[in-house]
């Protein structure tokens, strides 16, 4: 329990949450068990599966009675929903499987396989997340990598994301994935993946997923001499080289574009959405997602520079009852929070159950974006800050890296304080340009502003980001 506490008390927290951002229950009827595998929103109900197997519809799902009807149930561990074409698509632990209510009676009536063929170990830990759509209307899978005994044998294509083809088949199009909880399509039409620190995965992180990248985990690696494979065998993958080398010496190696510090910003991050919508209005067109240790949402930010996805991520939302392991945009403009605890710790008081956050129309003074420029950052605020606070000695800025090895991840490497040499606030007080001596690529930099105060004198609602710099704008 100290621990536990110790490790709370490192997590950021803005000094007002619920003034800004409000969190309401779900409630659920005696009986009812929602370790939430997957969320899927329309209008006034709610498509909710676990991972018990069933899926609940939820009638009236913002009012004070929500009522509550068994879709289905006796699948295997459904981790996702999707609907496409007039059928839920749900991704069971050894298939992608679709169903559908013809009748209107709340249950479900067909059930059809839509791929399937990836082999199980008999490993607990073989998950199977998704789907999303691709820009090219296919449809994507995670399949996680077994933690412990096979007792069935090694099987093929565990760590990969997998695309499943028109006529069902399947295709392995990335490889070196570990725990790969959250899948979803940017609003653009790529798609990106969350991962879990662990072995060979230093830290947690966000990342793009391509045709043929290599994503650093070698246990699945001998599937990529399979014909359904679309990335080429990377050979041995060495343990204890800086991230910087592995990038630059394994084949097809793909940089995270965020890596999420352990313990700074949750542990364990899972689903996750971008809110297209202007739902939380200072963040549009940001990514809000899940943390399955912390019971928080964090919120993250991406730009593309010389043609690689960048970004940093940023606490917003503490305090919710369980690990969260799914998020979804409900009709109202709140963001659902499905959760579930079994298998893994979390922080909160709950097993498991359905909370909704809700924007409560004050906008915060708040450190909104982090963006690269040549010798150092750009930072947006969400209202104007005062330029009588803006100074080099109102912000500290540190970087560090990480060691990609065989060890359970990796604590921050090399850590060097560096220097801001100037801080020049524009005339609107919307943003602060740093100049910062000693950025350096492949490595975490960890920006705090807590000498800024608001136009009104107030603290920022949050003062921290942590950008990862894969490549320095006109370098």
Known sequence: MVMLSLCLALLPQGPADDRFVEIVDLPQPEGVVLEVGGILARD???????RR???????DAYGDAPRYTLY???????????????????????????MRDVDGDGRMDELETVSGG??????????CFGPTVADDGSLWLTLNKPFGPEPFGKADWRGWAIRVEPDGSFRGVAAGLRSPAGVNTAPWGDVFYSDNQG??????????????????????????????????FPGDVPSGILIDEAARTIPHYTLPAVWIPYDKLGRSPAGFVWD??????????????????SSEVMRLTLEKVDGRWQGACYPFRRGLKCGITRVAWGTDGSLWAGMTN?????????????????????TPCDLVEVTARKGGFTLRFTTPVDPATVAPDSFAVRNWTYKHHSSYGCPPIDTQTLGVTAARVSEDGLRVELDVDGCALTRVHEIEAPGVRSAGGEELWHAIAWYTLNAIPGE
């Not at 079994?342 to 129309?361: C, E, F, N, T, Y």
Request: aromatic share 12%; with cysteine; proline share 6%.
């Open 72 to 98: 289905a149930e006796g699948l295997q561990e459904p981790l996702g929903l999707l609907e496409k074409d007039g059928w839920v698509y749900v991704a069971q632990r050894g298939e992608l499987s679709r």
């Open 199 to 232: 072995e060979w995965c230093a830290n947690s992180k966000f990342a793009h997923l391509q045709i043929g990248d290599f994503h650093g985990h070698p246990h699945g690696i001998d599937s990529c001499k399979l014909p359904e494979s679309l990335v080429e």
């Open 44 to 50: 006034q109900q709610l498509l909710v599966s676990t």
């Open 53 to 59: 197997g069933e899926v609940w519809q939820i009638d």
């Open 342 to 362: 079994r298998g893994w710790p979390s922080v909160g008081p709950a097993k498991d159950g359905l909370q909704r956050i809700r924007w409560k129309g004050e």
């Open 118 to 127: 990836w082999p199980l170990s008999g490993n607990y830990h073989e998950y």
């Open 276 to 293: 297209t919508e202007g739902y939380f209005p200072p963040y549009k067109g940001h990514v809000f997602m899940g943390d399955q240790y």
